[in-house]
């Protein structure tokens, strides 16, 4: 009677260490909405109001890698001046100005999380979201950008 009782407490926990569900891949419109109900929110907290720092994300065609397992998500994301997204599409851009790239975890993180405005800029500042120019003009404003966020972080002004 006890080694049934064992042999079902082990089946129980094999089946359900076997069986526990598993994280649900991202897709595309969940992505979309992070973008928009998440990030679009909460650009005057995530995007400084200095005028370089807006700039580089303002007025811009991002071209969004999320990067996945199997296959990435690629969005096309239009910009206003200050860095609100007015547009967002499937697929690559024809002439983007400039790149961010993540993946899946992040995005997950930052969307589970209870504030998710300190959840980006920590990804931000850790490269856990990374972002880079397009063209030579946007590379030198994206590296004047973080030279400037790196001797922030250095005297602890963000």
């Known amino acids: 009677m006890v080694r049934i009782v064992w042999i079902s407490i082990l089946s129980i926990i ?6 526990a569900p598993v994280a649900s891949a ?3 419109d969940e992505v979309k909405h992070f973008f928009l109900n998440i990030y679009n929110p909460h650009v005057d907290e995530i995007i400084p109001d200095i005028p370089l720092i807006k700039s580089v994300f303002g007025g811009q065609v991002i071209h969004i890698t999320i990067e996945k397992p199997g296959e990435n ?3 096309s994301a239009l910009t206003n001046p200050d860095g609100y997204i007015n547009k967002l599409e499937s697929g690559k851009p024809d002439n983007s100005t400039l790149r961010l790239i993540s993946n899946e975890s992040v995005v997950q993180r ?3 999380s209870d504030d998710p405005v300190t959840e ?3 990804a931000l500042l850790s ?3 990374s ?3 397009v063209g030579v003009i946007q590379e030198i404003n994206v590296t004047i950008v973080k030279t400037v966020q790196f001797f922030a972080e250095l005297f602890c002004i963000i």
């Open 14 to 19: 094999l089946i359900s260490f076997f069986c």
């Open 26 to 28: 991202l897709t595309e």
């Open 73 to 75: 998500i690629e969005l």
């Open 110 to 112: 930052i969307r589970n």
């Open 120 to 122: 980006t800029n920590e």
């Open 127 to 129: 490269g856990d979201i």
């Open 131 to 133: 972002y880079e120019g």
